[in-house]
């Protein structure tokens, strides 16, 4: 059932909830395998792997969010029959709101939508999210913190992430949400409190998509302050699918 796209590092068929969780741009399912752990096995993580990166690095890359909604939402399969909570990081958040739009529609179960490190959809983008070279592009992710300095020696590695990176950008600066648009699950916003890519009202206006609750949770960090609150995410994720399912 997991086919390509779902990876889930600690399977649990007897969990109490499931969390689907979408990487950020230039990311892997892999980035969840920590939270995967910390959650088990009583909350098990569905970590969605978009094509053209690692193990399905020989597929196309997808650079339009709405198609890759639209698969991951097919992928769920019957999962999407049971209770599930989307988290999702940066690009992944926006993936998320529109996987989560798609479940709803279809009468799938979900129980929550937790948007990181991301504007709302609604904000669109005034320029360009990458600057025009290859280097640059590099630079600027290395001061969000998405890859180590060092790594950037290694060229093969290089080589790969330079392609996805710039497909995934490609992919947020021609999302446009709905007019409109909205979950009617409960949604959180996580942000850290220096991230220079999401400012407060922006942030904020992810309460302009949510009919069903909106909260806000603010980390010390910057645009990867998750890397050093794992923990308490976990602990908010599985204090949330708990009080859902009191709740349901």
């Known amino acids: 059932m997991t086919g390509s796209w779902i990876r889930r590092f600690h399977p649990n068929q007897g969990a109490e909830a499931r969390v689907v969780c979408l990487p950020h741009a230039g990311g892997s399912a892999n ?3 920590g939270l995967s752990g910390a959650l088990a096995p009583a909350v098990e993580v569905l970590a969605v792997q978009y094509p053209g990166r690692l193990d399905r690095s020989r597929e196309p890359l997808v650079d339009d ?8 939402t097919a ?9 599930l909570t989307l988290f999702g990081h940066s690009m992944g958040a926006t993936v998320g709101f529109e996987v989560v739009r798609r479940l709803e529609r279809d009468g799938g179960q979900v129980r929550g939508l937790f948007a990181s490190g991301r504007r709302a959809p609604s904000c669109g983008h005034e320029t360009p999210l990458h600057p025009g070279s290859d280097a640059e592009m590099l630079d600027s992710l290395v001061a969000l913190g998405g890859i180590e300095p060092e790594l950037l020696d290694f060229e093969d590695l ?11 950008y490609r992919a947020i600066e021609r999302y ?3 007019p409109g648009a909205t979950v009617r699950c409960p949604l959180t916003v996580l942000t850290g409190d220096s991230d220079p890519a999401v400012d407060d009202e922006q942030a904020q206006a992810w309460a302009l998509h949510a009919t069903g609750g909106f909260t806000r949770r603010t980390f010390p960090g910057g645009h990867f302050y998750l890397k050093d609150h794992w923990p308490e995410i976990a602990g908010i994720l599985t204090g949330h699918v708990r009080a859902a399912a009191v709740g349901s």
């Open 31 to 33: 980035f969840f395998h």
């Open 65 to 72: 969010i709405g198609v890759l909604a639209d698969e991951i």
């Open 75 to 83: 992928a769920l399969g019957e999962w999407a029959q049971s209770p």
């Open 158 to 168: 290089v080589a790969m992430v330079v392609p996805v990176l710039r497909n995934d």
């Open 176 to 178: 446009r949400a709905d």
